[in-house]
């Protein structure tokens, strides 16, 4: 794609400042909704432009198959990079619409992966969001038993913290999360800075039911 003057004084910007991520939602804010322009951004490939371009798309012009392919565009970058920019798209972009929401739930068993956590996200999101919890987290924790230890990185990591937050948040799941996450073993041994939570599983839900007490 031939970038526009605009896009590429932005472009220029982004790719030599190496901005933080404060400075890219300043920006965003300052812009607003430019769909035309993120188009041109995502287009680029580079990180820092496509992390501004999820936060000016116009969700309204986002169709089913233009997520396909940003998803599948996503697979170009490392997994930092594409875990960031998973998540900015989320919750900039796919949860502020009925009509993309509703298309997530249809993504649990997608082939793609950045669909799937997607989903799992989305799932943890709505309760730790202070939301009601859905009625599905008992058909959630057999998936998560059946799935989470052969699941992707990406996908896994999304999986566990939507353990994490049923255990959390739903008392009567909260055994059965803690037994998973004991089973699994997953994040036992991560090293976490002070004053964080960790992803072990069982550590996370005694944390954050202890800070809720």
Known sequence: MVLSAKATKIVSELTQDKPKLGDLKK???????????????????????????????????LTESAIDQLASDLLQ?????RNQLSDWLLANQLTKSRKLVALIPTWETNPSPVLRRWFWYHQARLRWTGQVPPENSAELLKSLEKEMADAEPEVQWAMNFCACQIGVHEPQFRARCIKLGKALGLYKDEHVSKNC????????????VAKRE
């Not at 769909?35 to 995502?42: S, T, V």
């Not at 970058?77 to 990079?81: C, K, P, S, Y």
């Not at 939570?197 to 954050?208: D, H, N, V």
């Open 197 to 208: 939570t960790p992803s072990y599983l069982p550590e996370f839900i005694r944390i954050e």
């Open 77 to 81: 970058h490392d997994l930092e990079q």
């Open 27 to 61: 920006l965003g804010g300052e812009i607003k909704k430019d769909h035309d322009l993120a188009m041109e951004l995502w287009s680029t490939g580079e990180f820092h432009p496509r992390l501004l371009a999820t936060l000016i798309f116009d969700h309204k012009l």
